[in-house]
């Protein structure tokens, strides 16, 4: 562009009608050789043009890098999935090289998997940390390399006595420009919904939200250092003043530099807790991802030489935002009753329990004709009876499977604040409508995914699984309890849900499944213990039958155990005093871990949790406590215990 061209010219004092060739650097303007200028200035240019060669050289060594960690994570993970044959036998002795690979795995937990500085870095597991702290390492290291750090005071032509003072400032100042160009991409396939990631190491999309949102710190901190290096070499360093600052700021690639560096002080601005509760979590998305592209054109505006790294930038996003599109067609374009194919959304039948203090819930029971997710998979809901502007994630409790060409979804859903109340007020509002129809009791839905990992591909056939859940969590853990009692009948499989909830009536949720649950259990081998923490004075009406819960002070936990959740159904509940509850009235995880762990016969050992943070992170403090490299060396599998969460903010 015409604009960094004369920049460049004055700035780097080229002759550009002396030079008899211009030599090409890819991402920066092309160089008038030979220099005509003083010893200095060429020195300096030398150094300039060097420095910039470099940097687009070590930017392309940073994508290697990512490039073949994420191949390499791939091809591993293809190789180490165990078999999806949950029948086949277990195997007392492992080989030296498994048995191995377990130990180091339990290392693994045991050291990287609590969490870290909180304050800072909010629930971020030490691995997720130890990840951020290596790449800002990478690029300190490419920040820094290859240049000649030197000081060049050169005579400005046709003013005698004034002079330039050139440092290398003004190429380092470009260096980290140029990378935070490079990390432009990476930052927008870490915020990725369709997300390639994913697809190559098996983590969810939502398990990149930590670098997204850090690498944004970083990209922030690096445009703010190029922008002040470059203020001060060209506000202060170049003579002569103001002319020198007066011909900068009427330059379109520096105005476009500002347009840049705020738009990307909002971004970040808004990504903080305080942003978000001003503009509340819909705006924040919305305004998140359409100003992301505003930055995107602002960049390429203020240095189109580097579009190598926006233009990529620019497709990750109108992919994503594609994909998202083709999702929701895919599940919702269908044969209409009067033959033709158009877009239809899901009639839910909606349950609704009432629960002024904590939230109310309502759960929806909906089918499409669609092929079935995987277990751990969740769909993003639109009720446009509400808004068609806002959509949020909800995890199936149910297993899928295909009956008529019908795949059943059941959701449950706790009202707080924005559409979950406004969603809630309307499944109120239809069920008391005096119109006793099915359209008054039913909402609709719109569908987008499903996303996430498959939970069931991280499960040996012979794994011991302990589901830990807190409230409206339970809809992550117990589709998998489902589907192993269902396909699983092993005497030395150890199964069991620990579940924590506010109100006895809560049940009321998942009655049917736990039903479910009940019909097999004995032969499963399925332990289920339910902790009520609040409101212990409620009836529940279960399969026709009245289930007094007895009154206990609120202070007091309370906890319903019940091997093969025997509670369920026709059975009274018989709640006792919790002793293993811990100070923040919820199960004590840790002991109960502990004791499930003790009670394993063989194999290894999967934890499976969603609930509110606080929960979580008692789970990856306990979990990391109990993986026992040694114990594992040793042949104990059950010390070879894995975590695989879901966070929720509430129960």
């Known amino acids: 562009m015409a604009g960094a061209h004369s920049i460049v010219r004055a700035r780097h004092i080229q002759n550009m009608s002396d030079a008899t060739q211009l030599e090409p650097h890819w991402g920066y303007a092309d160089r008038a050789l030979p220099c005509t200028s003083d010893k200095g200035s060429c020195e300096y240019l030398d150094l300039v043009y060097s420095a910039h060669d470099l940097g687009m050289l070590y930017a392309g060594i940073l994508w290697a890098t990512i490039g073949g960690i994420l191949i390499f994570w ?38 990287l998997l609590p969490e870290f500085i909180r304050s800072v870095f909010g629930h971020a597991t030490r691995l997720q940390v130890v990840v951020l702290v290596s790449l800002i390492g990478y690029l300190t290291i490419w920040s820094f390399v290859g240049l000649a750090y030197r000081t060049w005071v050169t005579p400005v032509k046709n003013l005698p006595g004034v002079y330039n003072t050139r440092t290398t400032l003004g190429p380092w100042s470009d260096r980290i420009g140029v990378l935070a160009y490079a990390l432009t991409p990476l930052s927008v396939m870490l915020a990725n919904r369709e997300s390639l990631l994913s697809l190559l190491t098996g983590v969810p999309y939502q398990g990149f939200n930590f670098l997204h949102r850090w690498l944004g710190y970083v990209i922030f901190a690096q445009g703010s250092l190029h922008t002040i290096g470059w203020c001060v070499t060209e506000m202060r360093l170049y003579q002569p003043q103001p002319a020198v600052a007066q011909q900068l700021v009427a330059e379109t690639y520096l105005v476009w530099g500002i347009v840049a560096m705020a738009v990307l002080t909002l971004l970040v601005f808004l990504s903080t807790s305080c942003g978000i509760r001003l503009t509340g979590y819909e705006a924040f998305r919305k305004l998140h991802y359409s ?21 990529p930038s620019l497709i990750f996003w109108l992919i994503d935002r594609g994909l998202r599109l083709v999702r929701t067609a895919i599940l919702h374009y269908q044969i209409l009753p009067s033959g033709n194919v158009g ?129 409206t969590g ?60 609040r409101d212990l004075g409620t009836k529940i009406e279960s399969s026709g039958k009245e289930v007094q819960v007895l009154e206990r002070p609120v202070k007091e936990e309370t906890i319903v155990e019940s091997a093969g959740a025997s509670y369920v159904g026709s059975q009274n509940v018989s ?24 009670n394993t016969v063989c194999g290894p050992s999967v934890v499976v949790a969603s609930g509110p943070g606080e929960m979580i992170s008692d789970i990856r403090r306990a979990v990391a406590g109990f993986n026992s490299p040694r114990k594992v060396w040793g042949g104990q599998q059950r010390y070879d215990v894995k975590l695989i969460c879901e966070d929720r903010l509430a129960m």
């Open 575 to 598: 709640p006792h005093r919790n002793e293993k509850a811990n100070g923040t009235r919820r199960p004590n995880t840790a002991k109960l871990i502990g004791e499930f762990l003790e």
């Open 291 to 311: 100003l992301a592209m505003v930055y995107v054109g602002a960049c390429w505006g203020h240095w189109d030489k580097l579009e190598c790294f926006m233009i």
């Open 343 to 471: 877009f239809r959304s899901c009639s839910a039948d909606i349950t609704f329990c009432s629960d002024s203090e904590h939230g109310d819930v309502y759960r929806l029971d909906l089918t499409n004709n669609q092929d079935p997710w995987e277990i751990g998979q969740h769909y993003f809901l639109c009720f446009p009876e509400s808004s068609i502007w806002q959509s949020h994630p909800f995890t199936p409790l149910n297993a899928p499977q295909v009956r008529h060409g019908l795949v059943k979804h059941s959701y449950i859903v706790r009202a707080r604040c924005g559409e979950t109340r406004r969603v809630a007020e309307l499944c109120a509002n239809k069920l008391s409508s005096t119109q006793h129809t099915s359209d008054t009791k039913a909402i609709s839905v719109i569908l987008t995914g499903p996303y996430g990992a498959n939970i069931m591909e991280a499960l040996e056939p012979n794994s011991n699984v302990l589901c830990i859940a807190g409230g």
């Open 74 to 111: 791939a091809v591993r993970r293809k190789l180490s999935l165990p078999s999806h044959n949950l029948a086949i036998p277990y195997r007392i002795h492992e080989s030296a090289s498994a048995r191995l690979g377990r130990t180091a795995r339990a290392a693994v937990q045991r050291y």
């Open 474 to 533: 339970v809809s992550f853990v117990l589709p998998v309890l489902l589907r192993l009692s269902q396909s699983t009948k092993s005497a030395n499989r150890k199964l069991q849900l620990i579940w924590a909830i506010k109100r006895a009536s809560d049940v009321k949720w998942i009655e049917r499944e736990l039903e479910a649950l009940k019909q097999v259990s004995a032969d499963a081998n399925v332990d289920v213990s339910v902790f009520v923490t």
